[in-house]
């Protein structure tokens, strides 16, 4: 009797989003009760009289998830057993022993403990080899991510036991570790630059992302910060009200930050408030292609108020709002329900006429086209142009279009590199040197600006690293290795940075050669910021 009810349950629902996609389609209103018994019967028959045997529960879900990939590119399914993983960095944190880790030849190898989490707390350092759990083996083939996941990670207040190798000690280090609530922070880096500037690289809009941002404000104003960058590259989205909520902390009262409307979802306005943090000062946000959603909402609305300049590349392109329906089994459909718009009227969506699969090969497309590297390649109709209250022109129809554009470097992005990073040379190399001299280099560094401003990559440390590289097969290509020099060099000191200290000292350090940043720092020198824009133009 259960399993009726919950297939007709999951009927009843499948049937309205079948009449919904009828009527946002244009098409004529279907008959709900009709189709819900068209899709009842066609289940009906197919468990009745199929000549093999069938998982109904199976097959309602396959139908689900091709219904969805019919509606937009952003409406998805999600099983209960994906629920937690799906949610997880939105919600801020995970239960576990709270350790970043990275397999190396089959071997679980701790990156770094997080900071005030079960396993730092023990004592825990960046280089151990988490070689036994619970008794069993860590290490060979089985070993994989999800391997690892399913034994360090648990509720709270659950013991794991590993056993754990050390490089100096003879003996296996023995740690019953008690899981607790591990923190997925929103902010990777929080520092001041030139030109009294703060600096916040936000990669996510979660629900702890405000409660950091108001931390990281608060520590750059205690450093005389006057003029802020705000770095959202890379960052794909998350909660639509985080992203209203940031927003404001930059913009006046009573100015339009974002709205919302769909075939059943009525407009909704929002609205600043008078409680912003920095609605004074010199601002600028940076983007690229990877800046999607929530990303393009703060952007869209600093850009059409004229609060700020947009930096960068082009975003992603995605205007669409998906709201969460819980399915009877304990899974849940993300249902796309309405499309945001900027303050000036612009919908930032890509076109998805021509089917999910063109659609995210428009990234490709945008590439083969030249456009990380020339904007002149990108072409808008005028039908997409909008004027800002400063009378500049902003773009709609297909991401946030940069008031400044900064092209992508590709000519150090070469093979010899790609392979470098692939085979894991980089992490593998700054770890082992890292751990072998730990304690000189803290005590001949203690903070992360005097070994950012002292410590050098020496001719003996790139000739370790080379090695490594040939052992791990990375050919050696002199003419490809010149060419990414620099950002080989600098990547080795920042991630030796990151093994001493943490994420914001490898931001500080590669922040000399991010020439979008750079790029900033020079339009923020200037005494009118929309003046350079003009005679950028």
Avoid at 26 to 50: C, H, M, R, V, W
Avoid at 267 to 285: A, C, N, P
Avoid at 506 to 520: F, N
């Amino acid at each position: 009797m259960k399993s009726i009810q919950f297939r007709s349950l999951v009927i009843v629902f499948l049937a309205g989003y079948f009449s919904f996609t009828a009527s946002a389609q244009g098409n004529s209103k279907a008959d709900p009760k009709e189709t819900s018994q068209k899709f009842a019967a066609a289940l009906f028959y197919i468990e009745n009289f199929y000549v093999d045997t069938t998982q109904s529960p199976k097959l309602v879900e396959t139908a689900i998830v091709n219904m969805l990939k019919e509606l937009d590119p952003h409406s998805a399914y999600i099983s209960k057993e994906e629920l937690s993983a799906a949610n997880e960095p939105l919600e801020g944190s995970f239960e576990g022993i709270g350790v970043t880790f990275q397999l190396s030849k089959d071997t679980i190898l701790v990156v770094s403990p997080v900071p005030g989490g079960p396993s730092d707390k023990l004592g825990i350092q960046s280089g151990d080899k988490i070689v036994k759990i619970n008794g069993e083996e860590a290490f060979g083939s089985k070993v994989n991510n999800k391997w690892v996941m399913d034994r360090l990670r648990g509720k709270k207040g659950t013991t794991v036991s590993v056993d754990i190798y050390r490089s100096g000690r003879k003996d296996l280090l023995a740690y019953d570790i008690v899981r607790d609530k591990i923190p997925i922070n929103s902010i990777d880096a929080t520092f001041m630059l030139p030109e009294k500037t703060g600096y916040i690289k936000l990669n996510r809009f979660s629900k702890t992302s405000m409660e950091e941002f108001y931390s990281s404000m608060e520590q750059l104003k205690t450093q005389d910060m006057e003029n802020l960058i705000l770095d959202l590259r890379g960052n794909s989205g998350g909660f639509l009200n985080t992203a209203v909520e940031l927003s404001d902390e930059f913009l006046n009262a009573d100015k339009m930050i974002v709205y919302t409307e769909g075939v059943n979802s009525p407009k909704q306005e929002f609205v600043s408030t008078s409680k912003g943090i920095f609605e004074k000062g010199k601002l600028i946000v940076m983007i690229n292609e990877a800046s999607a959603s929530a990303s393009e909402i703060v952007s869209g609305a600093i850009q059409d108020w004229d609060r700020g300049l947009v930096i960068g590349r082009r975003s992603f392109g995605k205007g669409l709002v998906q709201r969460p329906f819980n399915l009877p089994d304990g899974s849940v459909i993300r249902l796309t329900n309405a499309r945001y718009y900027t303050p000036t009227g612009r919908s930032i969506q890509r076109p998805y006429d021509e089917g999910v699969e063109e659609y995210y090969k428009d990234l490709y497309e945008r590439h083969e086209r030249g456009e990380f590297v020339h904007a002149d390649s990108i072409h808008f109709p005028d039908s997409l142009k909008y004027l800002t209250p400063g009378k500049r022109v902003v773009f709609g129809g297909g991401g946030i279009m940069p008031d400044v554009f900064v092209a992508w470097d590709s000519t150090q992005y070469t093979d010899y590199y790609s392979n470098l990073i692939r085979k894991g040379v980089f992490n593998r190399y700054t770890l082992e040197f890292t751990n072998s001299k730990r304690a000189k280099l803290l005590k001949e560094f203690p903070k992360p600006a005097e070994f950012k401003k002292n410590f050098v990559v020496d001719q003996a440390m790139m000739n370790a690293f080379k090695e490594i590289a040939e052992a791990e097969d990375v050919k050696w290509n002199e003419d490809e290795f010149k060419r990414s020099e620099t950002m080989i060099r600098y990547q080795i000191k920042a991630l030796i940075a990151r093994n001493l200290w943490d994420m914001n000292a490898y931001y500080e350090i590669v922040s000399d050669i991010d020439e979008t940043l750079i790029r900033a720092l020079e339009i923020l020198s200037k005494e009118d910021i929309f003046s350079y824009l003009k005679s950028a133009n």
